[in-house]
């Protein structure tokens, strides 16, 4: 089945940096979706981001699925940032394959 | 927010007996799924259904099985409960199966002893 490794596994940042995570897939997709699950479990879609880039606030997502990749952008980081960011693509048995996710911890 | 509710939200129970989670929805949506999370192995699907009682299994189903007598209702049933059964399960719905945003509910935290 398809794969989907996500990097960095762990990362800290200060209160107002910027970060890039990376989600890379082993084959084309045409569904890939960006998670973020706070610190109390809650799992929230950020975006459904098949091809292209989208923006939501301080949140930004670029996919290409031709070079098999999707980069999530944080900009001005917050403390309510901190989590697991998941993405998720499609494979072909119709079921979404979760990565297993960039752990953000967000000092103050 | 999308309208999924899980219950019971946390659950322990002993090796050896029944168990049913229940995730109801008011969004209509044609597909729900049995999600469970652990450590290590983060997000994986147990079973799913694209309509009343068309149901079919996902990757990691042995040992459950599943039930959506309506549209807002998708059962998880754990026959007879293993330790290796301890979890977060998550339910989630999507308005078709390949080109739409999935949505969760808030997880139950399920404890087999």
């Known amino acids: 089945g398809i794969q989907v490794e996500q990097s960095p596994p762990d990362l800290i940042l200060q209160e107002g940096a910027n970060s890039t995570l990376r989600c890379n897939f082993s084959d084309s997709v045409n569904n890939l979706q960006w998670f973020h699950q706070n610190p109390w479990g809650q799992l929230i879609n950020l975006f459904y981001?098949?091809?292209g880039t989208k923006q939501n606030g301080r949140l930004s997502a670029t996919t290409v699925a031709t070079e098999r990749y999707s980069l999530l952008y944080i900009s001005s980081s917050q403390t309510t940032d901190s989590g697991v960011y998941f993405c998720?693509?499609?494979?072909?048995?119709?079921?979404?394959?979760f990565g297993g996710g960039t752990r953000l911890m967000v000092k103050p | 927010d999308a309208g999924i509710t899980q219950s019971p939200r946390h659950k322990v129970t002993e090796t050896g007996t029944p168990v049913t989670l229940r995730c109801h929805q008011t969004?209509?949506?044609?597909?729900m799924y049995w999600y469970r999370q652990d450590p290590g192995h983060g997000l994986r699907l147990i079973h799913y259904?694209?309509?009343?009682?068309?149901?079919d299994k996902g990757e990691v189903s042995d040992g459950y099985s599943v039930s959506r007598s309506k549209t807002e209702d998708f059962l998880l049933t754990l026959e007879s409960a293993t330790s290796s059964q301890t979890s977060v399960y998550f339910c989630?719905?999507?308005?078709?199966?390949?080109?739409?945003?999935?949505?969760f509910g808030s997880g139950t935290q399920l404890s087999v002893l």
């Open positions: 969004e209509n949506h044609r597909y």
């Open positions: 259904s694209y309509g009343v009682k068309d149901t």
């Open positions: 989630a719905i999507s308005e078709s199966s390949d080109s739409a945003k999935l949505f």
């Open positions: 981001i098949p091809s």
């Open positions: 998720a693509v499609l494979n072909a048995g119709n079921m979404l394959t």
